[in-house]
C-alpha cells in the first residue's frame, strides 16, 4: 500500500444526505459554507469537500456559480485543497454533477465508481416536523432514486478529469465499487496510484461495521497492492468508530456534516470544525499519528497545485 505517516482529514461542510431541519449547525448559504471551510481547515482538514445549496431553499444545487463562489472564498483564506463534488444528489443528472470540474479545473473532485440504490427515506422516521416544505418530499422520493454511473458514465468523467488535470477520487460504496476501479485501472484510464474512498454505512451500499471494513481493505489490498492509498467514512454515528479503526489501519479520514450530524451521543456537532478537532484527537491518541499538513497532502495524492487550478 502507498503509506504516508501522518493522516489526510477531509471535512466533507454539507451534502445531499441531510437536510437543513436536522441541524441548525449544517451550512447552507455560501457564506456559511466558505466559514465552515475555513475554520474545519484550520482545525487540521488539508481537504475541504464541497457541495452547494440553494441559499433561498436549502436544496442541493449543481450551480458552477455557487461552487465558484465557494471554492474562490474558502481559497482566499486557506491553503486547504478545495474538492468539489461530482456525486450531488441523485435527482441530478450526470452532465449536471461533472460541471464544476471544466468550471474550476480543481486539484481533486470525487468520482463514484458505480450505480446503487441511494435511500435517505428512513430518515422521514426521526423528525415530525421539516423546516421547508420541500424535505419530506425529497427524502420520501428517495424510495425511487437509482444514484447513476454507469461505465459510460464513468468513462467520460474520467476523460474530463483528464483533461482538466484533476485526480479523481474514487467513492467506492460497496465492494463491487473497488473491482470497477481495477478494471478502469487495467484499462489505461485510470492512472497510479490511485486515491480510493470507502464509504459505508449509506442505505443501498455495503454496512458500516468493522468486519466490512477489514473486507474492503483486504479486497483493495488484493486488487491495488502499492498502487493506492485509502480513506474512510463512516456515516452517522460509525464516523468516529470506522475513522479510528481505518487510520489505525494506516488509512486516512473523513468526517463533516455531510456525514453525520453529532459529535457524541445527543451532542450534536456545533460546526465542521467541532467534527474535525475530535478526529485531530482521537488520530492522535488512539492511532498515534501525526496530521497531514496541506503541503504533505498534495506532495503524497500527487496533486497539480493550487496555483493550477481556475477559481
Given at each position: 500500500?502507498?503509506?504516508?505517516?501522518?493522516?489526510?482529514?477531509?471535512?466533507?461542510?454539507?451534502?445531499?444526505?441531510?437536510?437543513?431541519?436536522?441541524?441548525?449547525?449544517?451550512?447552507?448559504?455560501?457564506?456559511?459554507?466558505?466559514?465552515?471551510?475555513?475554520?474545519?481547515?484550520?482545525?487540521?482538514?488539508?481537504?475541504?469537500?464541497?457541495?452547494?445549496?440553494?441559499?433561498?431553499?436549502?436544496?442541493?444545487?449543481?450551480?458552477?456559480?455557487?461552487?465558484?463562489?465557494?471554492?474562490?472564498?474558502?481559497?482566499?483564506?486557506?491553503?486547504?485543497?478545495?474538492?468539489?463534488?461530482?456525486?450531488?444528489?441523485?435527482?441530478?443528472?450526470?452532465?449536471?454533477?461533472?460541471?464544476?470540474?471544466?468550471?474550476?479545473?480543481?486539484?481533486?473532485?470525487?468520482?463514484?465508481?458505480?450505480?446503487?440504490?441511494?435511500?435517505?427515506?428512513?430518515?422521514?422516521?426521526?423528525?415530525?416536523?421539516?423546516?421547508?416544505?420541500?424535505?419530506?418530499?425529497?427524502?420520501?422520493?428517495?424510495?425511487?432514486?437509482?444514484?447513476?454511473?454507469?461505465?459510460?458514465?464513468?468513462?467520460?468523467?474520467?476523460?474530463?478529469?483528464?483533461?482538466?488535470?484533476?485526480?479523481?477520487e474514487l467513492e467506492c460504496y460497496d465492494v463491487g465499487h473497488l473491482y470497477t476501479a481495477k478494471h478502469f485501472l487495467d484499462r489505461g484510464l485510470?492512472?497510479?496510484?490511485?486515491?480510493?474512498?470507502?464509504?459505508?454505512?449509506?442505505?443501498?451500499?455495503?454496512?458500516?461495521?468493522?468486519?466490512?471494513?477489514?473486507?474492503?481493505?483486504?479486497?483493495?489490498?488484493?486488487?491495488?497492492?502499492?498502487?493506492?492509498?485509502?480513506?474512510?467514512?463512516?456515516?452517522?454515528?460509525?464516523?468516529?468508530?470506522?475513522?479510528?479503526?481505518?487510520?489505525?489501519?494506516?488509512?486516512?479520514?473523513?468526517?463533516?456534516?455531510?456525514?453525520?450530524?453529532?459529535?457524541?451521543?445527543?451532542?450534536l456537532a456545533a460546526s465542521n470544525a467541532d467534527l474535525v478537532e475530535k478526529m485531530v484527537e482521537l488520530t492522535k491518541s488512539v492511532a498515534g499519528?501525526?496530521?497531514?499538513?496541506?503541503?504533505?497532502?498534495?506532495?503524497?495524492?500527487?496533486?497539480?497545485?493550487?496555483?493550477?487550478?481556475?477559481?
Amino acid at each position: 500500500m502507498k503509506h504516508h505517516d501522518d493522516v489526510i482529514i477531509t471535512a466533507a461542510l454539507t451534502g445531499a444526505i441531510h437536510v437543513p431541519t436536522m441541524s441548525p449547525n449544517l451550512p447552507v448559504t455560501p457564506a456559511e459554507i466558505i466559514e465552515d471551510g475555513i475554520a474545519a481547515a484550520e482545525a487540521g482538514a488539508s481537504i475541504i469537500h464541497v457541495h452547494a445549496r440553494d441559499p433561498e431553499t436549502g436544496e442541493p444545487s449543481s450551480d458552477p456559480a455557487l461552487f465558484r463562489e465557494i471554492a474562490s472564498g474558502i481559497r482566499a483564506e486557506t491553503d486547504a485543497i478545495v474538492q468539489p463534488t461530482t456525486g450531488g444528489s441523485a435527482a441530478m443528472s450526470v452532465e449536471e454533477r461533472i460541471a464544476t470540474v471544466p468550471e474550476l479545473e480543481p486539484e481533486t473532485a470525487s468520482c463514484n465508481m458505480g450505480s446503487m440504490n441511494f435511500g435517505m427515506y428512513p430518515l422521514l422516521n426521526a423528525y415530525d416536523e421539516f423546516e421547508r416544505e420541500w424535505e419530506p418530499d425529497y427524502l420520501d422520493d428517495s424510495r425511487d432514486f437509482i444514484f447513476r454511473n454507469t461505465f459510460g458514465d464513468i468513462e467520460s468523467l474520467l476523460e474530463t478529469f483528464d483533461e482538466c488535470g484533476t485526480k479523481p477520487e474514487l467513492e467506492c460504496y460497496d465492494v463491487g465499487h473497488l473491482y470497477t476501479a481495477k478494471h478502469f485501472l487495467d484499462r489505461g484510464l485510470l492512472d497510479p496510484p490511485l486515491r480510493i474512498q470507502f464509504v459505508m454505512g449509506i442505505h443501498g451500499g455495503i454496512g458500516a461495521d468493522p468486519e466490512q471494513l477489514t473486507h474492503m481493505y483486504r479486497t483493495a489490498e488484493k486488487l491495488f497492492g502499492d498502487q493506492y492509498s485509502f480513506s474512510v467514512i463512516g456515516a452517522g454515528r460509525q464516523e468516529f468508530p470506522l475513522g479510528v479503526q481505518g487510520v489505525s489501519m494506516g488509512g486516512h479520514v473523513r468526517v463533516g456534516l455531510e456525514d453525520n450530524l453529532y459529535r457524541g451521543r445527543g451532542e450534536l456537532a456545533a460546526s465542521n470544525a467541532d467534527l474535525v478537532e475530535k478526529m485531530v484527537e482521537l488520530t492522535k491518541s488512539v492511532a498515534g499519528r501525526e496530521i497531514a499538513t496541506p503541503a504533505q497532502t498534495r506532495e503524497f495524492l500527487g496533486l497539480k497545485g493550487q496555483d493550477a487550478v481556475n477559481f
